[in-house]
Nanobody, 120 residues
Framework: QVQLVESGGGLVQAGGSLRLSCAASGGTFSVYAMGWFRQAPGKDRECVARISASGMTTYYADSVKGRFTISRDNAKNTVYLQMNSLKPEDTAVYYC?????????????WGQGTQVTVSS
């Protein structure tokens, strides 16, 4: 059973930066495709970024493109989300999730989430 633990959330002023981390255990991290999702109150959960198992391919939602960067360190079993130029609308609970490989669609494993609050 894969376990994912996020960290790095907090309160930041608009224009500031945060780096989220997601540490994985219990599986072979290097074969998992990873994603970062967020959910704000009253809104649907959305995928903000994802990265392939090798780290060679990334995807970003239009709302974060140019501001967020997803990366991974397979030696440390960790995926990161660097968030710059934060806006109040980025306020949400952020979750990391893992897919068994690059070819499946469903995310099978989820972290508990970390709160990001951006003040104006």
């Amino acid at each position: 059973q894969v376990q994912l633990v996020e960290s790095g959330g907090g309160l930041v002023q608009a224009g500031g930066s945060l780096r989220l981390s997601c540490a994985a255990s219990g599986g072979t991290f290097s074969v998992y495709a990873m994603g970062w999702f967020r959910q704000a109150p009253g809104k649907d959960r959305e995928c903000v970024a994802r990265i392939s198992a090798s780290g060679m391919t990334t995807y970003y939602a239009d709302s974060v493109k140019g501001r967020f960067t997803i990366s991974r360190d397979n030696a440390k079993n960790t995926v990161y989300l660097q968030m710059n130029s934060l806006k109040p609308e980025d306020t949400a609970v952020y979750y990391c999730a893992a897919r068994r490989n690059d070819y499946v669609i469903k995310y099978d494993y989820w972290g508990q989430g970390t709160q990001v609050t951006v003040s104006s």
